[in-house]
């Protein structure tokens, strides 16, 4: 009798021995696995592992590795994380990843706070929307110039960046707006600007769509050139030129490149298009001075007569800043 409850004593410690044994198990699992997947969330927020493609229309597929320094970051950040292994697959050399290395939840407890931390990180990021920002100027004060260089140097720092130019010419509104331009065709002023603003309004999904990814978005021109070009014609108000625009995602930044007429009017191929003519230009000026009087609006002079690489820097670190800032707030919308 004594003997069957010795037996019945140590087949309940057999019993509860192993039912630990197998929560520590299943939660070694689902640790990994949660590991895993953050792992991979992370990686996939802050970049692919290949070089990011930044299309910018009529010039081509530039290449720059936008991954890398974020990435470079987080890994300093976090190093115990990063120095446990993804669970499945095998190396070069055929042996298992769990073989060479030891496992993350083998390490649990050293790593835990990291890996929490880093999945806050990841949320964070998650949650992170691109920046808008605007350049514009009176016809060739290096606008377009400039948005390839900021579109290329933030990829180079770890931003997600990619460059749109109004009018957007690859749609049949914008081929209409084109052939405008281009003096090939002749349009009644009124019927002009809406076009322009229309060619606007269809680029808005896609400009949401961005933003919300993460991505920031540089636009060479935008709502405040269509009203200062409008507006600057015989009778034609500054307010009945904003209407069309009204609601189109508000920018984050504005930069104003300023140059002298007689500057802009001696760099190459000025007078090829419609409206680049010194008298014109003037009144254009004008009106964009008076857009950039509204206080609600971040507009930002930059002297575009200093050497490329000055003006570069000064809207490079502009940028940046912009970029901080629009991290964490709503987009909003354009005079309203």
């Known amino acids: ?13 057999l019993y509860s021995f ?12 689902m640790c990994n696995f949660h590991v895993t997947r953050a792992r991979k969330t992370l990686v996939g927020r802050i970049g692919p592992f290949r070089e990011l493609q930044t299309e910018v229309p009529g010039v081509g597929v ?3 590795a936008g991954w890398g320094p974020r990435l470079r970051h987080v890994r300093k950040r976090f190093p115990a994380v990063f120095s446990a292994p993804l669970p499945a697959g095998r190396g070069a050399s055929g042996q298992s990843t769990s073989a060479r290395f030891p496992s993350a939840a083998a390490n649990i407890g050293g790593n835990l706070k990291g890996w929490l931390e880093l999945c806050r990180l990841s949320v964070a990021m998650a949650s992170r929307r691109g920046a808008l920002i605007v350049l514009e100027g009176v016809d060739r004060a290096g606008k377009t110039t400039q948005c390839l260089r900021l579109v290329t140097a933030l990829c180079a720092s770890g931003h997600r960046a990619e460059l749109l130019r109004f009018p957007e010419r690859s749609t049949e509104i914008g081929k209409l707006l084109s052939s405008y331009l281009e003096k090939k065709t002749e349009l009644e002023d009124h019927s002009v600007h809406l076009l322009f603003s229309a060619n606007r309004w269809e680029q808005v999904p896609l400009i949401k769509a961005k933003l919300n990814q993460g991505v920031t978005l540089v636009l060479d ?95 490079r670190a502009l940028s940046e800043d912009a970029i901080q800032n629009a991290a964490q707030r709503p987009l909003e919308e354009l005079w309203k």
């Open 1 to 13: 009798m004594l003997q069957s409850v010795h037996l019945g004593d140590r087949c309940c410690y």
């Open 18 to 29: 192993c039912s630990r044994i197998i929560r520590w198990l299943v939660c070694a699992r």
């Open 62 to 64: 530039r290449s720059s």
């Open 221 to 315: 021109r935008y709502a405040f050139s269509g009203v200062a070009f409008t507006s600057a014609k015989e009778n034609f108000s500054l307010d009945w030129c904003k209407q069309p625009d009204v609601g189109l995602p508000k920018p984050d930044l504005i930069l104003f490149l300023q140059l002298q007429l007689l500057d802009a009017a001696s760099r190459g191929e000025f007078g090829l298009e419609r409206y680049e003519t010194g008298t014109f230009q003037e009144q254009v000026l004008l009106c964009f001075q008076q857009l950039m009087s509204e206080k609600n609006l971040n507009w930002k002079v930059v002297d575009a007569s200093k050497s490329i690489e000055d003006v570069h820097e000064e809207i």
